[in-house]
């Protein structure tokens, strides 16, 4: 355990002095007593300061240590230990005892349902044996494993194997935080690869015998990201297997460790009846992301961890280019403007606001964000529109080429644009460092044949940066003419100045504007557009994004309104938008599901707060919902014929077009539902082959105060599947009544099957109550009390789930003076807790600040 939490500073960096060449550990694994041998060759960098020796360990009981086979008497301390070293290269024995089975953190090497396994991003190798546990030191590892279990794994390839013991060699150098271990009592589900440099590489996903049927979908994605990586990035596999394992007891989605990744198991397992087609997109994209690690993150990796986003913004931006190819990518862009709008653009305005790369941390664990991940691919996609795709492939290659096998910053990166393009990126380098999410103001005019948009961007101040400078802004624009005709293809501007004017020439009349197209980049767009425009824009405008953009605003408008009046009828002429989408042939389901959704509860608090407004969520929920009534019975006419066309008569397949039919189907049966008093939504969820279709039922009827019998009826039926009973607990709290949720959320983990320390579980009832707004947000506070009472009580069990959970009250600026101080007030409360975990303390300390 560290004892005191120390910030640790960008600036700070410096070079290691003793690199490691090689190391070999060896594992006799024992539940409550694992030794662990580790033979480690280090040499001096002459280039590098001087520095004392220092190593890291944490929780580790050492047994002897040895320099050159010398006993030695290191002097242990909270962070590690230190010692006098020879300034030569010299070898380090050391051999320590740790306690798998009692590691609830799940950092470092912890047992899960009997089977031994490790992850140690970010700084977890350190409570496995002592090391320099920092991302630019690379060692070759070689690994033996004892134990009697009978599958044994670890990085690079096979070695050796005999009854009781298995030996692992990983050629490629890596930081400690791709190590990785397994063993256990696992079968696997194989396959093959032949790369294009033509070698075959052996595929496996273990797991416990009785998920064998849900191994299919994840291992067919594997092939698709392998094949994917070289056609388009031209990077091949490089090592002679390939194995994933999947693991109950995780505290996030997946990790990349050379040659093994380590699955939450609800990230790989899948099959048609028991997963959503939601749930085989997300394992699609995870497989994908943790396979293109190998490049971006493994092969080429971080300096330090302030440079997290240099492998996570990459990596997530290509896995969002995977999926878009594989599902549409107007869809797919859709689907990520919605998570940089409804989370990021809500951290960026909060009290846990950072820049993409931090400038200083207390846990890293802490900076594993939306921001790091998901804006810092947007950055990526925004140099790729600035350099073009061209451009962007030759300076992929770059540093590929030059910082294989080394660890890299932000600036090596940039570097790689500039030689390949010659572009100056300095500016464009704020993005990095710079936090908060610019507001773009956009006035427009029309003289003498020429349009004009004058655009002012603005970055608000965030915690620690009062001054914010001006971006450079890749804004993709369009112009139509009142038939809806296309006179301005997209062009690229560049926002480089606080206001800027860009014009066109040569137009007969004013032409209708198309703003920010594909959402070229991560801003907020402040306009008011002239009366009619965005009802124009939804019928005709040519970028799908913007055409389903411009609906989204029509609706949250007329929501708004709605809101401030306390009710009324629904805006005629959104309906009438909304009918010609449904009607529009050329639309594919997935665009119309997309666009029939309306913005969500926390979408329309959020748009209050901006406005300058306070939002009262049980009034949110209540006048949406109303909404939705009044959208029914205004389509009533054209519903069931809709939904009918929606039916799948080919047999269940978890692909895009499929998908697509079964989201639209699903949107238009929660609106029968207030049609036909639940009849459709009965019968779907007795007859449903698939989960998509039986859980949207039970969704529906549950939202209706319908549900409670064939919530027994699905308990029922899944009780012995571990990852349908999340889905279970998670939508009759998701799906609650505000006033009821606290008290069906209380209910819930009273039950048997509520297993709080693993945390599929745990975000499964406690997690779901934050994302019901209304219910989370009750005025006296209940719901506020009742998720502070279980962070108090899993932070000793597992701090890093404990603290990740703790931003789920971020949201405490948007809200009345009352609802603020009973969010204050309980995380007071986890403040105040003796013994509470770093992790957890520097979550509560910046939102309370
Ligand atoms: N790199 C891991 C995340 C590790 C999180 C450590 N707290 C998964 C991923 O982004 O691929
Ligand atoms: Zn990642």
């Known amino acids: 355990m560290k004892d005191t939490a120390q910030t640790v500073h960008l600036s700070d960096y410096m070079a290691p002095r003793w690199l490691v060449e090689s190391v070999a550990l060896t594992f006799r694994l024992s539940p409550d007593a694992t030794r662990v041998l580790a033979r480690i060759a280090f040499r001096p960098d002459p280039d590098a300061p001087q520095q004392p020796f220092m190593l890291h360990g944490e929780d580790l009981e050492l047994i002897d240590a040895r320099i050159d086979g010398v006993a030695v008497s290191p002097t242990i301390t909270a962070q590690g230990l230190t010692c006098d070293v020879p300034d030569r290269p010299f070898v380090w024995e050391a051999e ?53 279990l009978p599958v044994l794994l670890s990085n690079g390839n096979p070695v050796a194997q005999g009854a009781g013991w298995a030996e692992w060699h990983d050629p490629w150098p890596k930081p400690a935080y791709l190590f990785a271990l397994v063993a256990g009592d696992l079968v696997a589900h194989s396959d093959s690869f032949t790369t294009m440099d033509g070698r075959d590489v052996a595929l496996n996903l273990w797991v416990r015998a009785p998920d064998l049927d849900k191994c299919a979908f994840g291992m067919a994605a594997l092939k698709r990201a392998m094949t994917w990586d070289e056609q388009v990035y031209g990077r091949a596999y490089d090592l002679d297997v390939f194995n994933i394992v999947a693991v109950d007891d995780f505290n996030m989605g997946a990790m990349e460790n050379k040659g093994l990744n380590i699955f939450n198991s609800s990230a790989v397992l899948a099959n048609q009846a028991t997963s959503t087609d939601t749930d085989f997109q997300r394992i699609e994209a995870i497989i994908a992301h943790e396979y293109f690690h190998n490049w971006t993150g493994n092969r080429i990796t971080c300096r330090d961890w302030f440079q997290l986003c240099l492998k996570e913004g990459l990596t997530v931006f290509r896995d969002q280019q995977f999926t878009g190819y594989l599902h549409g990518h107007a869809v797919k862009r859709i689907e990520d403007a919605l998570v940089m709008r409804n989370r990021q653009f809500q951290e960026d305005a909060g009290p846990l606001a950072h820049p993409v790369r931090p400038e200083s941390f207390v846990e890293i664990n802490n900076f594993y964000t939306v921001t790091v991940y998901e804006k810092g691919a947007e950055l990526v996609g925004m140099l790729k529109r600035l350099v073009g795709d061209v451009g962007y492939h030759a300076a992929l290659d770059h540093y590929f080429d030059r910082h294989d096998g080394q660890a890299a910053t932000i600036e090596d990166w940039l570097t790689c644009f500039t030689d390949a393009t010659g572009r100056d990126l300095s500016q464009f380098k704020r993005w990095y460092e710079q936090a908060g999410t610019p507001r773009l103001t956009v006035s427009d005019d029309f003289k003498n044949a020429t349009y004009s948009l004058v655009i002012r961007q603005e970055t608000p101040s965030t915690p620690g940066q009062p001054d914010k400078r001006p971006l450079h802004i890749p804004v993709a624009v369009g112009l139509l003419d009142h038939s809806g005709a296309e006179i301005v293809p997209t062009t690229l501007v560049e926002l480089t100045e606080a206001t800027q004017t860009f014009t066109f020439n040569g137009l007969d009349a004013r032409p209708v504007p198309s703003i920010l197209r594909g959402f070229s980049a991560p801003v907020i767009v402040d306009r008011t557009p002239p009366d009619g425009e965005r009802a124009f824009l939804l019928t005709h405008d040519t970028d799908p994004f913007n055409r ?84 029914a019975q205004a ?102 009544d505000r006033a009821q949720a606290v008290e069906i959320a209380t209910r819930l983990a009273r039950h048997a099957d509520f297993d709080w320390k693993n945390p599929n579980r745990f975000r499964s009832v406690i997690g779901a109550l934050t994302g019901n707004q209304a219910g989370f947000h009750r005025p006296n506070g209940a719901g506020y009390a009742f998720v502070a009472d279980w962070l108090i009580r899993l932070d000793p069990v597992n701090p890093q789930t404990t603290a990740r959970m703790v931003s789920a009250f971020d949201s405490l600026q948007r809200w009345d003076s009352v609802r603020q101080a009973a969010m204050r007030a309980q995380l007071a409360r986890i403040r105040d807790t003796p013994g509470l975990s770093g992790d957890t303390a520097e979550m509560v300390s910046r939102l309370l600040t």
């Open 548 to 631: 389903w953009d411009a609906g989204r605003s029509l609706a949250r408008d007329v929501l708004l309104d709605l809101i401030r009046a306390d009710g009324g009828p629904l805006d005629a002429g959104y309906v009438d938008g909304l009918r010609a989408v449904l009607l529009d042939r050329d639309l594919s389901p997935a665009m119309q599901a997309l666009m029939v959704a309306l913005p969500s509860e926390a979408d329309l608090a959020i748009a209050l707060a901006e406005a300058g407004e306070t939002p009262d969520p049980q009034h949110i929920h209540r006048v949406r919902r109303d909404a939705l009534r009044q959208l």
């Open 96 to 148: 320590v005892e740790i306690a798998p089975a009692q590691n609830t953190a799940l950092e470092g090497l912890y047992m899960s349902n009997g089977m031994y396994c490790t992850q140690c991003e970010a700084e977890g190798f350190r409570k496995i044996t002592y090391y320099p546990d920092r991302p630019d030191v690379m060692g070759v590892f070689s690994v033996r494993i004892e134990s009697d």
């Open 635 to 736: 389509l009533a006419d054209i519903l069931p014929d809709l939904q009918a066309a929606q039916r799948i008569d080919a047999p269940f397949a978890p692909d895009a077009a499929q998908a697509g039919k079964r989201a639209l189907s699903n949107a238009l049966l929660g609106l029968l539902t207030w049609l036909d008093d639940g009849t459709a939504a009965k019968a779907q969820f007795d007859t449903a082959d698939n989960m998509t279709q039986q859980i949207a039922a039970l969704g529906i009827l549950l939202t209706f105060g319908q549900g409670e019998a064939a919530a027994e009826v699905f308990y029922d039926q899944w009780h012995h599947d571990r990852l349908v009973m999340n889905k279970w607990f998670a939508i009759q709290i998701a799906a609650a």
